[in-house]
């Protein structure tokens, strides 16, 4: 059974830096896509950030390109988002997930396999 848990979340200021961190308990998934997600306090669940199996290919939502990054450790079955210049904006639950296709996609129903979520805050 694939069992991702995200960690690193919590309350931050404006301008503040934060890096998330998925763990994942299945060797194969290193093969795999892996997104995170974020879904804000009565907002839909909506994408962030993508990358493909090796790292080469990486996709980002608009309101947070130039300031988040993904990355990924395969020998440690690890996904990272770094999050720099955050705003009061971002404050939501952010999961990661396990995709099913080659190459990323911003597609919710990509993802299969996902975590319980690690809540971040920004205060203003």
């Known amino acids: 059974q694939v069992q991702l848990a995200e960690s690193g979340g919590r309350l931050v200021q404006a301008g503040d830096s934060l890096r998330l961190s998925c763990a994942a308990s299945y060797h194969t998934l290193k093969s795999y896509t892996r997104g995170w997600f974020r879904q804000a306090p009565g907002k839909e669940r909506e994408f962030v950030a993508a990358?493909?199996?090796?790292?080469?290919?990486?996709i980002y939502a608009d309101s947070v390109k130039g300031r988040f990054s993904i990355s990924r450790e395969n020998a440690k079955n690890m996904v990272y988002l770094q999050m720099n210049s955050l705003k009061p904006d971002d404050t939501a639950v952010y999961y990661c997930a396990v995709g099913v296709k080659v190459v990323p996609t911003a597609v919710l129903n990509d993802y299969p396999f996902w975590g319980q979520g690690t809540q971040v805050t920004v205060s203003s």
């Open positions: 990358i493909n199996w090796n790292g080469g290919l990486t």
